[in-house]
């Protein structure tokens, strides 16, 4: 009998010391948890974020940006976009920013000048990280089946409609909406390492590397007098007599009248060639094209033949395609998702690139070359109209 006390006595102890540590444990667990929650609450302020020097010019775009001043009055602060709200991602987070106090003590940031030359490199870290998370902050506020698509602008409608069937996370095209987005030029191999100019040594197929002039007889081209007009970039031309460093080529497109540019297909407007008045009374018919129906406005098929610098060409259109590629993957994936050349047709792709051109730093040929590079893979481009 007594043993069986002393047994009972013993479970008893044990019970008791079991709910005793839980008690403190769970007394314990609640002051860690506020206690993280306060310190994450108060490091993550705006006050917080901008108080080191480094992030004043940061605080600075910030405060240009839609995100802090709007016609809503919603105001999106620093840890709504930057800070996970799920309590383990917010753990890491808080971890990995201790790498930001590390950087603040050894000044890897602390002039203008370091955090320009660094910007790059810390913008591809937080995109990276954004993706990976699927842009949770971002979805914090905003979401797909809240967009009310008619009221968007057009291009902003065409672009997130693909992205809401493929599933597409925010930050792929949305890079620099708050922050200035970085120099990706650098990242961008410069028009003559791409193209490097080849004498026209009597190659029948050729094709422009760069705007152009071009001129009505060798002895124009010679003296760089008497611009006829000029050819855009990755303009394919047949090469049929040379003179000294020039070369005549015949040039077919398609033109609508009145108009001053031959373009690639009929109906499309991409654009091969733009006419000054000599240049547009010396164009012919292309015979060899199909028939089309003809009358006022409507395109017609034409051959033009004319004089260009042999700088201006190269034998190998699969070198400037291949170029063109590059600079579109560098120069537009540096900021956000590739669409696909064939998402838009060849006259969208205008609109779409002239709204997106000031945020590049492509010059006027490679401007135009991207453009081209994208309106020959577009939609329907192998079409032509009637």
Not at 181 to 193: I, K, Q, V, Y
Request: glycine share 10%; with cysteine; net charge neutral.
């Amino acid at each position: 009998m007594l043993a069986r006390v002393g047994q009972w006595l013993r479970r008893r102890n044990v019970v008791l010391i079991v709910v005793i540590a839980l008690i403190v444990g769970f007394g314990g667990g609640i002051t860690m948890w506020g206690g993280f929650n306060y310190v994450a609450a108060a490091t993550s302020s705006n006050a917080f974020c901008t108080s080191c020097h480094e992030m004043h010019e940061n605080a600075a775009e910030y405060h240009r940006s839609l995100h802090y001043t709007n016609v809503y009055g919603v105001r999106a602060q620093c840890a709504d976009c930057h800070v996970p709200k799920p309590f383990f991602k917010r753990v890491v987070h808080m971890i990995g920013a201790l790498r930001d106090v590390t950087g603040h003590i050894s000044g890897v940031i602390d002039t203008p000048a370091k955090f320009e030359a660094h910007r790059l490199e810390m913008a591809k870290r937080v995109w990276a990280e954004m993706e990976a998370d699927d842009s949770i902050g971002c979805r914090s506020c905003h979401s797909f089946e809240a967009m009310d698509f008619d009221k968007q602008p057009k291009a902003a409608s065409m672009a997130m409609h693909p992205a809401m069937k493929s599933g597409q996370t925010c930050i792929s095209c949305h890079k620099g909406i708050v922050h200035d987005l970085p120099d990706t030029s650098a990242e961008a191999a410069s028009m003559a390492s791409l193209f490097p100019p080849e004498t026209a040594s009597g190659a029948a197929g050729a094709i422009t590397v760069a705007t152009t002039p071009f001129y009505l007889s060798a002895a124009d081209s010679a003296d760089g007098a008497g611009e006829a007009g000029t050819l855009w970039p990755a303009t394919g031309v047949s090469v049929v007599g040379h003179s000294d460093l020039a070369s005549e080529i015949v040039l077919k497109g398609w033109r609508k009248k009145p108009g001053d540019t031959l373009d690639a297909a009929a109906g499309q407007p991409i654009v091969q060639a733009v006419l000054k008045p000599e240049a547009a009374r010396a164009i012919k018919p292309d015979q060899a094209a199909p028939a089309m129906s003809s009358g006022a406005g409507k395109p017609t098929a034409v051959t033009l033949t004319v004089w260009v610098p042999d700088k201006a060409l190269s034998h190998d259109p699969q070198k400037v395609w291949s170029g063109a590629g590059t600079l579109f993957k560098s120069t537009c994936g540096g900021c956000h998702a590739l669409p696909a050349p064939d998402s838009l047709t060849a006259g969208q792709w205008v609109g779409m690139a002239e709204a997106m051109r000031p945020k590049t730093s492509l010059t006027q040929d490679q401007y135009r070359l991207v453009l081209k590079y994208l309106q020959t893979r577009a939609k329907g481009a192998g079409e032509t109209a009637g």
